[in-house]
């Protein structure tokens, strides 16, 4: 018996339910079913109607229908592989039900002799009678038959039959559970609860009714889940007290002087949303999101520059070597012996790491620049007061907060994404961060200019880059994705290389998932000291790079990738002041809905304006592979249809704040759909 008033009924086993064994709970747990719970956002996609019942003599052939019949002879056949056969019949006529692969017992137990039985099937016409054929449903409780019958989209070895049985068992079990929304949310769906909604949810008739009140307040309840959750967080952290920083706003501008260029308006709006962070007593959890080339590194610098002239260390982390060390050169020529800053990377030898470390212990070191292995256990930092982590759009919120922590309780977190992504999956990825935005970018940048070509014409492409390498630019090439084979990948970009390596000899290089991680930073190395004029590779190459001299990309098969994913690789060229160009290849004629797509990219360089139409042409899921780096996968909600409530969400989250709401009424909800070890720590 379960509990009706609790919801963890919701979260036990498979195996709890009547006639679940071991081997459906496995079949489910294959679809990552792993609770009951699990079990109600798998939808029925349609359903048969069973519920209507004839005469044998009115039957349809080939049809499902629902009968009442009476067994009156059983023929079992003495050879092996022939069927089971019971002839039937009613007032109006006789039908022979049959059964492959069942036992005399069985088919004795179902069908009686002389009971009146309700069955239900596909009914064929043999030799002059009605049959029919493993029925599908047989039983003396006509009512159990004479029903809609939901079809879902069903995980092998488990019948429809079956798991219409466990769904409606789950459903006549469901817990009432007390409300957790406010009136005012729960009047915009007319007051409908969850236990009501989630008993629509599963009728066949309303399938497809995206727009109903029991759909909109479970989606809601999906996407307020979210926003609770990253909303504790960001309460948590900063409820932290720290020792503020004083600014020293005479050398920030003296710095500043000191750059040959002068700060967007948005870079000096960002810089101060930082400073403000950083000299309040709070700890400053903050993504700074720009698109490519909007000029983030110069911010986090300035900011770690104000940070170490307050008397703290600074880390600042990059997802590659070759990124860290960019940034590296960049603060030495722009602090030159102001402040000691260091390097520290996998390459240095064990005397060298041992020398940092030491003086980082020993507060010898201002800034330091690496990897993730800035952040190993050994490392100590006398006083470290702000991380900054660059481009780790795949860190997810408990990377985050981990990180946070490891920092100790003074030291600012400062997270930079060159990944514009629509506000609806801002406010869900990064909730529990507060919001900075570059949206201008430098005014010295030139747009890049981006051209289709069919792959027929490939030798205008190769003229067109012979022309450039005269002038000293070198060419990303970038060579198509095939996701569901990295053998694919790797081989279309061998084949390239070899045919490029022929028309310029000793001039390209080739990058692939193949290359390991050392050969890769040399070769990105070599490219940016402009050792060969061509570099070929599959889609790896890491953001955040410079290559000021490189101002061609040239991507083939582009058809593969989502506008947003396009868009970034092309942000790879056009940061030096030089003319740039795409090129996007094509196997075949683009479809008039794909040039529609492509004209997006050719007319616009707004990042956030391009994944805003990405998002709505391709699903949310798709942008630049936000499915694989610990998003909230929504089972109902989405941000594009459900825009509207996504902003109520936020909304009703503000006000929640706002007030200082206890949030203790949410607990069955965050239990139920959210991240378990984020929730031990809150509810
Ligand atoms: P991202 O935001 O992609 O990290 P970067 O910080 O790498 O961009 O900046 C790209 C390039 O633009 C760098 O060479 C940087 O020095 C330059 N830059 C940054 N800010 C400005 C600016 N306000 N005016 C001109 N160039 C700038
Ligand atoms: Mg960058």
């Not at 769906?189 to 399938?207: G, Q, T, Y």
């Not at 304006?609 to 630049?624: A, V």
Request: with cysteine.
């Amino acid at each position: 018996m379960t509990n009706k008033s609790n919801y963890e009924y919701l979260l036990s086993d498979l195996t709890e339910l009547n006639g679940v064994g071991i081997k459906t709970t496995n079949l489910l747990k294959r679809k990552k079913i792993n609770n009951i719970f699990d079990l109600l956002w798998k939808l029925p996609k349609s359903y048969t109607d069973r519920s209507l019942s004839t005469n044998i003599k009115d039957l349809r052939i080939g049809e499902n229908q629902t009968i009442t019949i009476i067994p009156k002879k059983y023929l079992f056949p003495r050879v092996r592989n022939l069927p089971n056969r019971v002839s039937c019949f009613d007032e109006t006529g006789e039908i022979d039900c049959i059964f492959f692969n069942s036992y005399e017992g069985y088919v004795r137990k179902i069908l009686p002799l002389g009971k009146e039985i309700t069955v239900s099937g596909k009914i064929a016409f043999y030799r002059n009678k009605y049959q029919l054929t493993n029925p599908k449903y047989v039983s003396e409780d006509s009512s159990l038959i004479k029903q809609k019958h939901n079809t879902y989209s069903l995980t092998e070895g488990i019948s429809e039959k079956i798991y219409n049985k466990i769904i409606n068992q789950i459903i006549s079990n469901l817990p009432i559970l007390k409300e957790w929304h406010s009136k005012n949310i729960l009047d915009k769906f007319d007051n409908i609860n969850w236990n009501e909604a989630i008993i629509e949810l599963h009728k066949s008739e309303n399938i497809g009714k995206y727009q109903d009140n029991f759909y909109q307040r479970l989606a809601f309840d999906e996407i307020f889940s979210t926003f609770l959750v990253n909303s504790e967080i960001r309460k948590k952290i900063k409820k932290i007290k720290k020792k503020n920083k004083s600014l020293n706003r005479k050398k920030q501008t003296n710095i500043l002087n000191k750059l040959e260029f002068y700060l967007t308006n948005d870079q000096k709006k960002t810089l101060e949303e930082i400073n403000q962070d950083l000299s309040s007593s709070n700890k400053m959890f903050r993504l700074l999101q720009g698109d490519v080339g909007s000029g983030k590194t110069i911010v986090s610098l300035i900011a770690a520059y104000n940070t170490v002239n307050s008397g703290f260390q600074v880390a600042l982390m990059a997802p590659t070597e070759i990124l860290a060390r960019q940034h590296y050169n960049f603060a030495k020529k722009l602090f030159s012996k102001e402040i000691n800053i260091e390097l520290i990377s996998g390459k240095s030898d064990y005397k060298t790491k041992k020398i940092i470390l030491n003086k980082l212990e020993n507060n010898n070191i201002d800034i330091i620049f690496g990897t993730h292995a800035i952040f190993q256990k050994k490392i100590n930092f006398k006083n470290l007061g702000l991380i900054i982590i660059d481009e780790q759009h795949k860190f997810g919120v408990n990377q985050r907060k981990r990180l946070s922590d490891k920092g100790g309780k003074n030291c600012d977190v400062l997270l930079m994404t060159a990944t514009p992504i629509p506000r609806t999956l801002t406010m869900t990825m990064y909730g529990d961060m507060d919001l900075s935005i570059i949206r201008e970018k430098p005014k010295s940048r030139k747009p890049i200019k981006t051209y289709s070509k069919l792959e027929s014409k490939i030798d205008d492409v190769i003229k067109f880059i012979k022309k450039e390498i005269q002038l000293g630019n070198q060419i990303f090439w970038v060579c198509p994705l095939i996701e569901e084979s990295k053998k694919i990948d790797h081989s279309s970009a061998v084949k390239k290389f070899e045919y490029l390596n022929k028309l310029f000899p000793n001039q390209v290089s080739l990058l692939h998932g193949k290359t390991d991680k050392e050969d890769k930073e040399i070769i990105l190395d070599n490219f940016l000291k402009k050792k060969f004029k061509i570099l070929v590779s599959t889609t790896i190459i890491e953001v955040g790079i410079d290559f000021p001299n490189a101002n061609v990309i040239i991507i083939e098969n582009a058809n593969k990738f989502g506008l947003s994913q396009l868009h970034q690789l092309r942000g790879r060229v056009g940061r030096g002041n030089k003319d740039s160009a795409c090129i996007l290849m094509f196997k075949s004629n683009l479809s008039d809905n794909a040039k529609k797509r492509i004209n997006i990219l050719k007319e616009s360089n707004d990042g956030f304006y391009i994944s805003e139409e990405d998002m709505k042409i391709r699903g949310f899921g798709d942008i630049l592979g936000f499915k694989q780096s610990g998003i909230k996968n929504f089972k109902l909600a989405d941000p594009i249809h459900n825009n509207d409530l996504f902003l109520l969400a936020e909304k009703e989250i503000k006000r929640i704040e706002n007030n200082n709401e206890d949030i203790g009424r949410f607990k069955p909800l965050i239990k139920l759909y959210d991240r378990a070890d984020i929730i031990n720590d809150i509810a």
